[in-house]
C-alpha cells in the first residue's frame, strides 16, 4: 500500500517529469504578507510571480505546501471532527505554471496522474467548472468525462481566492464519489456538505487580480495554481473516505490511543481524531516560530492547543498528554519536514507547558458550564457573562466554549459575550485614568492588549481573524 508519503513523492515526480522545478514548502506564516494569517494554500508563495512583480528562473513548479486553515476566508476548525475530510493542518500537493501552459495543459495533467498513475475509476470522478466557462468545460469533454458528470457552478466555490485581495480566478474541481453508503450529494445540491462526494483537486486559472477598493482587473498573463489534499488523495488510494483512515492519522490516533489507554476506535474515537489533527498544525506552526500567546497567530494557536487539551481531558487524562505525541509525528513527518525534528525540544516543552497550566483551569471551568448549562431551559444558549467568565477566569476561549456546547447541541450568546468583554475593558480604562496619568493610558492599554503578560486578556475576534 502506497504511504502519504509515497503518494507526495509520487506527485512530485510526476510534475518534474513534466517539466517542473520541485520547490520545497514555504513556511506557515507567510514572509512579508500581513493581509494573511498562514499560508492557506500551495500559490501563496508564489503570489508575486502570478502578478509579474517576481520573476524566477522557472516558469513551472510542484510543491507539497503546509497549510493551516484555522482563521480568516479559509477557516476549518469547527469542520474537525465532524467531517472525514478536513483538517485544521493538511499538505496541499500542487503544480504552477507562470505564464507558462493553461487549461489546455492542466486539465490533462491532472486527469493523466489520476486515472492513470494513480490508477483511480473513472467512472466515480465528476468535475465542476465555473458556469461561464465553456472552454473548461470542452477539455474536460475532451479528456474522456461524460458531458453529465461535468457540473456547471455558479457560486464562489468555482471562483478561488486566497483572501480579500490577491491573484485569484475561476476554477474547476475534481470530486470523487465515494459510493451511495455515505450521507452527502453531488457538487451544488443541497447534500453537497456531506462526504460522499468528496472534492479532491482544484485548478485555478489565475486570470485576475482583486484589491481591496472591491476592483478585480486581468492579469498580464494566465497562470495555472493547483491544490490537491495530500490525505484525501492519500484516503482514497488507501481504500477509504476518510482522512482519518491514512497511514499516518491511524499512526498519530494510535499515539493518543496509548498515551491515554483509551481504545482508539470505540466511541471516544473522535476526541483522537481531534487531537491528531491539533497536534499536527500546534506542532508545524511551534516549529515555524509561533508560540502561543493573547493575540493574532499566537492566538489562534493557543486556541488550537487547548480544544486539543479539552479533548484529551475528556478521554480522561490526568496528565498533559500532547507532548508525548509529538515523537509519533516526528517519526511520520520528519523526513518530508526536517524543522519538525529539529523544533522537536521547543514543540515538547511548549506544549507541555502550555496544557500543565490549563489544567489548572480547565477541571474547574468545564464544572462550572455543566452547573450553568444545568440552571437553565432546555435549548436555551449560555448566557453571554458565564461565556465570559469561562474565558476571562478559566481560560477558555469563546470558540472552545462553543466547541464543548456544540457536543450537547447548544450554542452561546455570543452579543452578551462581545458585550461583557467591552464592559470589562471600559472599567479597565476607567480605574486606570483614575490613577491621573491620562495621557499615556491609550498607549498602555494598547501594549496591554496585545501583551502576553497578563493572561487573558486582548481577546477580540476582529483582531485574531481580521489579519486575513
Ligand atoms: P472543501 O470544499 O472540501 O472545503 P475547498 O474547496 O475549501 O475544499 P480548496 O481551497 O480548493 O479546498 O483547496 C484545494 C484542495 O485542498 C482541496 O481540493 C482539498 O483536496 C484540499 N483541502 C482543502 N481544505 C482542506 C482541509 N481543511 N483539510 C484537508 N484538505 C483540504
Ligand atoms: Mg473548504
Ligand atoms: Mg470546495
Ligand atoms: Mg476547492
Known amino acids: 500500500m502506497a504511504t502519504l508519503n509515497d503518494i507526495r513523492s509520487t506527485f512530485l515526480n510526476y510534475f518534474a517529469k513534466q517539466g517542473h522545478e520541485v520547490v520545497a514548502s514555504s513556511p506557515l506564516v507567510p514572509r512579508n504578507d ?11 508563495q508564489f503570489k508575486n510571480l502570478f502578478t509579474g512583480l517576481e520573476n524566477r528562473d522557472y516558469k513551472r513548479a510542484t510543491t507539497s505546501q503546509k497549510c493551516v486553515r484555522a482563521g480568516g476566508k479559509h477557516n476549518d476548525l469547527d469542520n474537525v471532527g465532524y467531517t472525514a475530510r ?3 493542518f493538511f499538505e496541499m500537493l500542487g503544480n504552477f505554471s507562470f505564464g507558462d501552459y493553461f487549461k489546455h495543459e492542466a486539465i490533462p495533467f491532472a486527469w493523466e496522474l489520476i486515472t492513470k498513475d494513480f490508477e483511480i475509476d ?23 468525462v461524460p458531458e453529465d458528470r461535468i457540473i456547471r457552478i455558479e457560486t464562489s466555490d468555482n471562483f478561488w481566492q486566497m483572501g480579500p485581495t490577491g491573484p485569484c480566478g475561476p476554477c474547476t474541481e475534481i470530486f470523487y464519489d465515494h459510493g451511495d453508503h455515505i450521507w452527502g450529494g453531488p457538487p451544488g445540491s443541497p447534500e453537497e456538505d456531506g462526504d ?8 485555478v486559472f489565475m486570470q485576475n487580480e482583486q484589491f481591496e477598493d472591491g476592483s478585480m482587473v486581468p492579469l498580464d498573463m494566465q497562470s495555472i495554481d493547483t491544490g490537491m489534499g ?30 491515554t489507554s483509551v481504545d482508539p476506535y470505540g466511541d471516544k474515537n473522535v476526541h483522537h481524531r481531534v487531537i491528531a489533527d491539533h497536534l499536527r498544525s500546534t ?15 499566537g492566538y489562534v494557536l493557543r486556541r488550537i492547543m487547548r480544544r486539543a487539551m479539552r479533548h484529551a481531558h475528556l478521554l480522561g487524562s490526568k496528565d498533559p498528554v500532547m507532548h508525548r505525541l509529538v515523537p509519533a509525528l516526528v517519526q511520520q513527518m520528519g523526513a518530508a519536514y526536517p524543522e519538525l525534528g529539529q523544533a522537536q525540544a521547543l514543540i515538547e516543552e511548549t506544549l507541555q507547558l502550555e496544557e500543565t497550566r490549563f489544567k ?36 477558555f476561549p469563546l470558540d472552545l466554549t462553543q466547541d464543548a456546547l456544540r457536543e450537547k447541541g447548544r450554542t452561546v450568546d455570543t452579543d452578551g459575550f462581545d458585550a461583557a468583554m467591552a464592559e470589562q475593558k471600559a472599567k479597565a480604562r476607567a480605574a486606570w485614568s483614575g490613577s491621573g496619568e491620562a495621557a499615556d493610558n491609550a498607549v498602555w492599554f494598547d501594549v496591554l492588549d496585545s501583551a502576553d503578560a497578563t493572561d487573558f486578556l486582548g481577546y477580540d475576534t476582529e483582531k485574531a481573524e481580521g489579519q486575513v
Open 360 to 395: 489548572q483551569t480547565l477541571d474547574r471551568g468545564l464544572k462550572l458550564l455543566d452547573d450553568e448549562l444545568g440552571s437553565l431551559d432546555t435549548g436555551a444558549p449560555l448566557s453571554g457573562e458565564a461565556a465570559f467568565k469561562l474565558y476571562d477566569t478559566y481560560g
Open 86 to 88: 478536513h483538517h485544521t
Open 34 to 44: 500581513p493581509t494573511l494569517m498562514f499560508a492557506n494554500s500551495g500559490m501563496v
Open 283 to 297: 506542532s508545524f506552526l511551534i516549529a515555524d516560530g509561533v508560540m502561543p500567546s493573547n493575540d493574532g497567530r
Open 196 to 203: 460522499r462526494f468528496i472534492e479532491i483537486w482544484n485548478i
Open 122 to 144: 473513472k467512472s466515480r470522478l465528476l468535475t465542476t467548472v465555473y458556469h461561464t466557462d465553456d472552454e473548461a468545460f470542452e477539455i474536460w469533454k475532451k479528456v474522456g
Open 230 to 259: 495530500l490525505e484525501r488523495i492519500g484516503a482514497l488510494l488507501q481504500g477509504s473516505h476518510d482522512n482519518y483512515d491514512t497511514d499516518l492519522f491511524k499512526a498519530l490516533i494510535e499515539a493518543s490511543a496509548d498515551a
